[in-house]
């Protein structure tokens, strides 16, 4: 029995005191594993696909999110792009279904967008692209509302009804996800902020990794421990991680694909849980095997100097088809789920049966033959 | 009395701005009088009225305000309506409010749950006012020019392509000063609002539902345990959900 998702906050946050009391008599390592999301993110369901860092959860990953063997990739990334919106146009052209573009204005659902614009012609565009936004989606990238959205796409909605959308049985819902991960982590961020942007570019070594625990774990005696098993990750790569922003890249890519893939599905509502069908109806954009492959192999290239250039290559394919000088040369990196997520029930797990439960976890989902015990 | 409940309410209290200065109700239990709460939110008169033997009063501040300095509430420290419960209790007579001894620990018991329930109730809509404050802009009648523009819109985009669509300036005036300002058709500009109203209206919804739960989940709570999970799930929504 194993679960494909599990809600952090619900079973290891300190404010369930109670639940989390339980949960550690029933399994004490939780005690230990509950320090990981300090350090990476309260609400994440982590879970290293490579393998190397046993967790206390049993937790399935499914088969389009395994690591993929490293083979050659014939194609750049824009043409990974471009390969993707053909092949999810061909599915919802096949299945009679729209394809619902979860948009929040920033550099991965822009691009998305950008990428049907260029393969579809305006009729196709009306016929089957629905753009989700919000107020901040407009704000965000104002130009290409403008230019773009407002003009070839005739269906926009408000994008808080994406947890109705699969229900509907009229939709795939493409978020996306998995960009962050292909090009870094939103880690390297908080340890420039202490430090300085060359950091990134430095040889990682366990010292620097324990330092950068003990900031966030606040000298727990766990830190230690917690450094050797995140190490474990980078030793367990098939690629050679060298660098700081290779380490945390490599992390991200590694312990949190999953979760990012299925984070957005914990909001669903009733119909939609029910009626939901992992890849045929929902998809992550930016998961193919190519482009992780893709990543894998062009690891080293995945950062300019400088913080400001995170996603330089995305931005500059975007620039190309909307010419937005301030958005190539500005445009940071900003959290966007969160505004249509927040205040919003979520499932405290998800079964590999793809069934939701909004209660405790029971006892046979976890183990006690982990890494943090 | 255990410390923990007592300090429920001061948790919550605390994070619930309270201010004298503005509209102030005050709930009073039927039974003894005696005033149970302080509150900014109408919405929380309007629930407790469903699930106690309430009273309600509209604006006692300037009572409140005449208290003398020693007792268990003061003007200054109003928001923080944390009274000895052991002792005290407060009543308002024709010119006042005064302290009075809880009877007995029945009382005090019951009082405790229905101040619980009122403080919880405030911080949620606290918090649903600040999701709507910022949706809404803060120029005084904005909120109706918004409204009227949407209905312009809403007649621009159903009127069919076969009837001619008056251009004069005074037909659809939010949507034509709209439209010339950003140099587009009025067709143009009816989309443009179309959409924002959509989203405004989707996440208005959903905000409606959400207070709709929570006024719906502390009003049925019978103990301050289970109010305390209540105030978990709401800080887990409202917060901690956000932290990817």
């Known amino acids: ?373 | 009395m255990s410390n923990k409940k007592l300090s429920f309410y001061g948790h919550i209290r605390k994070q619930v701005p309270f201010f004298l200065n503005k509209k102030t109700h005050a709930i009073f239990d039927r039974d003894t009088g005696r005033i149970l709460f302080l509150t900014n939110y109408i919405d929380t008169v309007n629930a407790f009225k469903y699930f106690a033997n309430t009273s309600h009063l509209y604006n006692i501040r300037k009572k409140v305000r005449a208290m003398p300095p020693n007792s268990s509430l003061t003007a200054n420290r109003a928001y923080n309506f944390s009274l000895d419960l052991s002792q005290g209790g407060l009543k308002e007579t024709d010119n006042q409010i005064i302290e009075t001894k809880v009877k007995n620990m029945a009382e005090q018991k019951k009082f405790r749950i229905l101040r619980n329930k009122a403080a919880l109730l405030d911080l949620v809509y606290s918090h649903i006012s600040s999701i709507r404050a910022a949706m809404f802009g803060s120029v005084y009648g904005q909120q109706i020019v918004y409204v009227l523009k949407h209905i312009e819109a809403i007649h621009v985009l159903r009127t069919s392509q076969d009837d001619k669509l008056s251009s004069e300036p005074w037909s659809f005036p939010f949507l034509n000063s709209y439209a010339n300002l950003k140099k587009i058709s009025l067709e143009q500009a009816a989309r443009e609002v179309q959409i924002k109203a959509d989203i405004s209206i989707t996440k208005l919804a959903e905000n409606e539902e959400l207070r709709l739960k929570y006024t719906a989940l502390i009003v049925q709570a019978g103990t301050t345990q289970e109010l305390l999970d209540i105030y978990y799930q709401f800080e887990k929504e409202f917060k901690l959900y956000g932290q990817l």
């Not at chain 1, 509302?145 to 994406?162: A, E």
């Not at chain 1, 890519?253 to 939901?276: G, H, I, P, T």
Request: hydrophobic share 40%; charged share 25%.
């Open chain 1, 1 to 373: 029995m194993s679960l494909i998702y599990y809600n952090s906050v619900d079973i290891l946050h300190s404010t369930s005191t109670l639940a989390l009391q339980k949960y550690i008599t029933q399994c004490p390592s939780l005690d230990n594993f509950k320090k990981v999301f300090n350090f990476f993110a309260a609400n994440m369901a982590f879970c290293d696909r490579s393998g190397a860092i046993k967790i206390p959860i049993n937790m399935q990953i499914l088969d389009f999110c395994k690591l993929p063997a490293i083979n050659s990739v014939n194609y750049n990334y824009e043409e990974l792009c471009l390969e993707r919106a053909k092949q999810l146009f061909d599915r919802a052209k096949k299945g009679n279904k729209k394809i619902a573009v979860l948009y929040s204005g920033g550099i991965d659902s822009t691009l998305i967008l950008v990428s049907f614009f260029k393969i579809l012609t305006a009729a196709e565009i009306q016929e089957y692209i629905t753009v989700l936004l919000s107020e901040e989606s407009i704000l965000e990238n104002p130009s290409f509302y403008k230019k773009h959205l407002i003009g070839l796409v005739k269906d926009i909605r408000p994008s808080y009804i994406f947890r109705h959308l699969i229900g509907t049985n009229r939709y795939i819902l493409v978020t996306g996800e998995g960009n962050d991960q292909l090009f870094g982590s939103a880690i390297i961020r908080k340890l420039i902020l202490s430090k300085d942007e060359s950091v990134m570019h430095a040889k990682m070594s366990k010292k620097l990794l324990v330092s950068q625990l003990k900031l966030d774990l606040k000298d727990d005696p766990f830190t230690e421990r917690l450094a050797e098993i995140l190490w474990k990750n980078k030793e367990a790569a098939p690629i050679e991680i060298s660098t700081v922003f290779e380490f945390y890249w490599w992390l991200n890519f590694s312990c949190k694909w999953q979760s990012v893939y299925m984070r957005v599905l914990a909001y669903l509502d009733e119909d939609s849980q029910k009626n939901l069908k992992l890849e045929e109806n929902y998809t992550a954009f930016f998961t193919t095997s190519e482009m992780q492959i893709w990543a894998m192999k062009n690891h080293h290239h995945l950062i300019g100097k400088k913080w400001k250039n995170y996603k330089q290559l995305c931005k500059e394919i975007i620039f190309k088809f909307n010419d937005d000088r301030d958005y190539l040369d500005n445009k940071l990196k900003l959290g966007s789920l969160v505004n249509i997520i927040k205040n919003k029930p979520s499932a405290t797990y998800i079964t590999d049966e793809i069934n939701y439960y909004y209660s405790s976890i029971p006892n046979e989902y976890f183990n006690n033959t982990n890494d943090f015990v």
